[in-house]
């Protein structure tokens, strides 16, 4: 019998079977790939896993014990240990204090701290995580946040690791740090379940693959035996091509000029002068590891931050003085990097998700009054047109997989037809049907004679859709690669900011 | 209405009778706990709320604490929150009052402007708290509640000094002549015109939520305020509009209050029965959704107005249903709050 088995779980949500009779068995010692589309139940069976969610059949067997787990405090007493893709850090406090909080070593009522700064400076050194126990963490970059997640699971020593989507914040010289670190701990024994949609990344580093699939277990892989088609089509139960097909662009005048754009902060500016111009039927990547400005850059541009300096132009107009209504009425549609927070509103119906920023004029209201019938259909078109998987256009749109409320987001802003679009992570944690067809929306818009800012973390993307690639390193942009000359390597070292013999 | 839509609205409603009866069954054992027969109390408070001339009582009461509960629901239906209701309120009664004694004109021109006068210089009031917000960053919650003070000092100085009626012993003005007067609707009964304003109020809030771009607009600021501006709606003008409406409201009922019942603007007289506050309960109650709110106002008005039968045929006092009131708020939040583990 395997070291870590869930046999059977089932999991139901209401119109959602998110886990049937999922079986997963993983040995100790081994990097097991938890794979498949957004909404094929990944997020849940590790929920139940490490104690998150209450499942509806099956069991959890660690070691030859059954462990029911009530809450992550079993789970993590029964030897788990979870890194989040979002930190779940106290930024003003230090390293050690992070990791020993809830299990702070103690003399009489204090914590001793010398022994934790001691017991965290040696685990660190053990696994090879260099890091400073004292540091603040606010001020740390992800990577080594991610370093501190890691030493809280194993500091309460734990022996089955579960890593959701650890790469996406990291660059490419992180990420073999990661990676090598997980070798280490998978050589001491530990198990290690690494979540992710990165099949090169599978390919590279793990030792067997569960593909799930709507809820079900697709296939059970061994790396060694496998090739990444393989793993798409169990992904997806067809081939899917993630080179997008497209012809070289034919750019034609600049309909998106930006000047000088600074965003001041305390030190160092978080834009630092940034200029650059999109031009019609061409897709200008922005290449960068998150955290270097791109974010604070686009929001300055689609007008929901004020610029210290700079100047934007949409097709010749001047647009810099303009709130977010005027640059929307000037020709920018944007596609924000954050669609549950940004993008929409989760407790609202598809119906008024997709009706913002059309909703002022004809024909979905006339004189201040909203025509809802109208907005009910134009709902139902785009949701037909884009193929967005939902019940009806009065569902709630916080129902929805991330790669179906992505789609809500693209149909909504491509249907403004603007001269300008913005898409900033269009595909982050979207699932590979979706992939595809967001970047052939995007190519699409191009070939239309639009220009397409694209904004990702994910240099794949950036490779296989950007005409040209600025990258961002500290708020500058310290590079522009045509696309046809970008490689991982070349744009991996630009956004870790080394340049000189490129750029 | 889609089926997902009423499924959410049923649920919301059921957990509204949840509160409800929860904070009846803790009422009536506050009542044993006093010696005193629950059934009985609940049916005095019953008939003093509905039967004979007492219905008419409970909707002349509910008047301006369902037009305060507006005022209240307005901005929660996008996620603001207004704490200075009393100040609105009573700085529309003053503006009413002088208007309706001084302005020299026809008793009925006198009569619309004082609450056109008061509906304006109580909506710039509060739509002053919202610039304080947008261009300082003074939160709402702060700015609306602290300049409702300056209101009342005011309101109270002119009342008791350069306005004042020597004649009486009160600290307040001259009597509004009849023809300024809001005239009686119902012969007989306390039920003036107000009644009639405050239902094209309602018609009028009721029709923005439903099909109006701004309700819309406020609608979905409610459910995320990022997402709104992403779309090209300028938060900070919607705030001070919004809060502009939601004054306007409150000037309303002060001018409803002076014009129709009181007849004069008498010094604290309009806070007394707190209409502000039970307003913001019921609001709460609804979480600024308009029809459940004017409902939830209507229930509390009937509540109240049977806690004054109530106290007279018993011996239990009627802080008894402000009891109610704050319980079943109580247990709303909690139910909600429980909900959202």
Redesign the interface.
């Known amino acids: 019998m395997a070291f870590l088995e869930m046999r059977g779980i089932v999991k139901r949500y209401p119109g959602v079977l998110a886990n049937d009779r999922v079986d997963l068995a993983v040995e100790a010692g081994e990097i097991h790939a938890v794979m498949g589309e957004n909404g094929a139940g990944k997020s849940t069976l590790m929920g139940i896993l490490y104690g998150l969610v209450q499942p509806d059949g099956g069991e959890i067997v660690i070691d030859g014990r059954p462990r029911p787990f009530r809450s992550p405090i079993d789970a993590i007493a029964a030897g788990l240990g979870m890194v989040h893709q979002a930190f779940k850090l106290f930024d003003s406090l230090t390293v050690w204090e992070n990791v020993v909080y809830r299990a702070e070593p103690r003399r009489g009522p204090f914590i001793d701290r010398a022994a934790a700064r001691r017991t965290v400076a040696d685990l660190a050194r053990r696994h090879g995580l260099p890091i400073d126990p004292d540091a603040r963490v606010g001020a740390l970059p992800v990577g080594v946040k991610q370093r501190i997640e890691i030493l809280k699971a194993l500091y309460r020593d734990a022996r089955i690791l579960i890593l959701d989507e650890p790469t996406a914040v990291l660059t490419p010289g992180e990420r073999d740090g990661l990676f090598q670190v997980m070798h280490g701990l998978a050589a001491d024994g530990r198990t290690i379940l690494f979540v992710t949609h990165k099949i090169h990344e599978v390919m590279a580093v793990t030792d067997r693959i569960t593909v799930l699939r709507d809820g079900r277990v697709a296939d059970h892989m061994v790396t060694a035996e496998t090739d990444p088609q393989a793993i798409i089509r169990a992904m997806t139960g067809r081939n899917v091509s993630l080179k997008a097909d497209r012809a070289p662009a034919q750019p034609g005048k600049p309909l998106l000029e930006v000047e000088g754009l600074t965003l001041a902060a305390p030190g160092k500016p978080t834009v630092d002068g940034v200029s650059f111009a999109v031009r019609a039927g061409e897709i200008v990547g922005i290449a960068g590891v998150a955290g270097n400005g791109q974010t604070e850059l686009i929001e300055i541009v689609a007008g929901l931050r004020a610029a210290d300096a700079g100047a934007i132009r949409v097709d010749g107009r001047d647009v810099t003085a303009a709130g977010v209504a005027g640059r929307r009425a000037a020709g920018i549609a944007y596609v924000p990097e954050d669609r549950a927070h940004t993008g929409t509103a989760l407790r609202a119906s598809a119906t008024d998700t997709l009706s913002m920023g059309f909703h002022r004029r004809p024909p979905l209201s006339r004189r201040g009054v909203l025509d809802r019938a109208a907005m009910r259909d134009r709902a139902r078109g785009l949701i037909a047109r884009f193929g967005i998987k939902i019940p009806g256009e009065g569902t709630t749109v916080g129902t929805l997989s991330g790669g179906n409320l992505q789609k809500v987001v693209v149909a909504r802003e491509l249907d403004h037809q603007a001269p300008v679009l913005i898409a900033e992570q269009p595909t982050r944690g979207v699932d590979v049907g979706a992939i595809e067809f967001i970047h052939a929306q995007l190519v699409a818009e191009r070939d239309k004679g639009r220009a397409v800012l694209l904004v990702s973390a994910e240099l794949g993307e950036i490779l296989a859709l950007s005409d040209r690639v600025l990258v961002m390193y500290e708020g500058r942009v310290i590079a522009e690669v045509p696309g046809a000359d970008a490689t991982e390597t070349s744009l991996g070292l630009l956004m870790a900011g080394v340049t000189g013999q490129a750029a | 209405?889609?089926?997902?839509?009423s499924v959410?609205r049923g649920a919301a409603t059921s957990s509204v009778l949840w509160a409800i009866l929860g904070g009846l069954v803790i009422g009536a054992l506050i009542t044993l706990a006093a010696g005193h027969d629950p059934i009985a109390v609940y049916g005095e408070i019953l008939a003093g709320a509905v039967v004979g001339p007492n219905l008419a009582e409970t909707v002349a009461r509910a008047v301006p604490l369902v037009g305060m509960t507006l005022v209240a629901a307005i901005p929660l239906r996008g996620g603001m929150v207004n704490l200075g209701g009393d100040g609105q309120l009573v700085l529309g009664g003053l503006v009413a009052a002088v208007v309706a004694l001084y302005l020299p004109a026809p008793g009925e021109v006198r009569l619309v402007a004082a609450i056109l006068a008061a509906m304006a210089v109580s909506g710039a009031y509060a739509a002053l708290a919202a610039w304080g917000e947008v261009r300082f960053g003074v939160p709402l919650l702060i700015s609306t509640l602290l300049l409702s003070y300056p209101a009342q000092g005011v309101s109270s100085y002119l009342a008791r000094f350069p306005l004042r009626d020597p004649s009486t012993g009160m600290p307040e003005t001259y009597r509004v002549e009849e023809a300024a007067r809001l005239p009686v609707l119902v012969p007989g009964t306390p039920i003036t015109w107000g009644l009639v304003l405050l239902l094209l109020v309602i018609a009028a809030v009721v029709f923005v939520d439903r099909?109006?771009?701004?309700g819309?607009?406020l609608?979905?600021r409610g459910?995320?305020p990022?997402?709104?501006?992403?779309?090209?709606?300028?938060l900070g003008r919607q705030t001070i509009r919004t809060l502009f409406a939601s004054g306007a409201v409150a000037g309303l009922v002060g001018a409803m209050l002076v014009l129709g019942d009181q007849f004069r603007f008498t010094d604290n007289a309009l806070l007394s029965p707190a209409y502000t506050w039970s307003g913001l309960m019921a609001a709460l109650l609804a979480m600024g959704e308009p029809i459940g709110a004017v409902c939830a106002g209507l229930f509390f008005a009937a509540l109240q107005t049977g806690g004054f039968a109530m106290e007279r045929a018993t011996e239990v006092p009627r802080v008894l249903t402000l009891v109610l009131q704050a319980v079943i708020i109580l247990l709303l939040a909690m139910r909600h709050g429980l909900r959202r583990r």
């Not at chain 2, 209405?1 to 839509?5: G, I, N």
Request: glycine share 12%.
């Open positions: 209405m889609t089926a997902a839509a959410l099909r109006g771009t701004a819309y607009e609608r979905l459910l995320n990022r997402f709104v501006a992403y779309g090209g709606v300028d």
